[in-house]
């Protein structure tokens, strides 16, 4: 039995002018086309695809993606959309709390000096794009924290990563992902190694991962000639601490994680 489109229209949630649109595209062929007219009829087995491509084109999936998606491996293509689209989700989030947090006025995290100690850490390093630091720091945290329980070696404190400045400046640098480790076994103290320590200025960043506020904070400071912290930025990466973090609570609202930026006296010229 052939569905006019109109029914069909009010069966699947599109309307008609969908309808002949992802016709059109190759997406839903009707099942029949009246060659006088052109009225479109579809098939009663055909609800479930115009629904498949509803959904999809609901959380934004392009056309083109759509029919791979439909034609291929429907479940790993779906999950891959969605994760995409989850952050997206967290990075509007993070930028709608920034813009909120500067129209209430809230005052700049304060500014701190700080002498960080070397300590043992397992460690990963890589070259990643700021797109998918998130993604990749998602993978490498578990795996480091598996590598130490084979190692010997049990989480002391908070992971932290350093980032080279090409991270900030190319949108793609090394990352040095780290977790501290307790004194390991012999035979796992081969692969753990020592993490250099430094002089920080330091700033608690409080919500999601998105620091503009923050650094800025600290580029002030550190370039401002009369702060009374009385350093410069030196060279060296720019150290994250993730005391509170998605391995917690899946609250960002609750994440709490401090930048360390590392300085040195301030030079005669700039005094």
């Known amino acids: 039995m052939l569905i006019p489109i109109g029914e069909f229209s009010k069966m699947t949630h ?3 002018r969908q309808l002949r649109n992802y016709h059109e595209a190759g997406l839903l062929q009707p099942a029949a086309v009246d060659p006088v007219t052109g009225y479109r009829s579809y098939a009663l087995d055909q609800v479930e695809r115009a629904r498949t491509i509803r959904m999809l084109r609901a959380v934004e999936m392009p056309v ?5 998606t439909l034609d291929g491996d429907r479940t790993a293509a779906i999950e891959r959309h969605l994760a995409e689209l989850e952050r997206t989700v967290r990075d ?11 129209l209430a006025g809230t005052p700049a995290p304060a500014v701190e000096l700080r002498a960080a100690p070397a300590q043992r850490v397992l460690a990963a390093r890589a070259r990643v794009a700021r797109d998918d630091i998130d993604a990749w720091c998602a993978a490498t945290y578990p795996e480091l924290t598996e590598r130490a329980a084979r190692a010997g ?4 404190g908070p992971a932290g990563a350093d980032y080279a400045e090409p991270f900030f400046a190319d949108n793609a640098g090394a990352v040095t992902a780290w977790l501290p480790v ?4 012999r035979a ?3 692969a753990t190694q020592e993490l250099p320590g430094g002089r920080y200025a330091v700033a608690v960043h409080r919500g999601a991962y998105s620091f503009d506020r923050t650094y800025a904070a600290l580029g002030r400071a550190l370039h401002d000639d009369s702060h009374p912290l009385g350093v410069e930025p030196a060279a060296g990466a720019v150290r994250e601490i993730y005391l ?3 391995d917690k609570t899946h609250d960002p609202t609750q994440w709490i994680t401090e930048v360390c930026w590392p ?9």
């Open 14 to 16: 599109l309307s008609v």
């Open 188 to 190: 796992g103290r081969a």
């Open 64 to 68: 083109a993606m759509v029919a791979e």
């Open 182 to 185: 307790a004194e390991p076994t």
């Open 153 to 156: 070696a049990w989480p002391s």
């Open 263 to 271: 300085v040195r006296p301030r030079t005669d010229e700039r005094k």
């Open 244 to 246: 509170v973090g998605p």
């Open 92 to 102: 509007h989030g993070a930028a709608i709390a920034e813009l909120r947090e500067e």
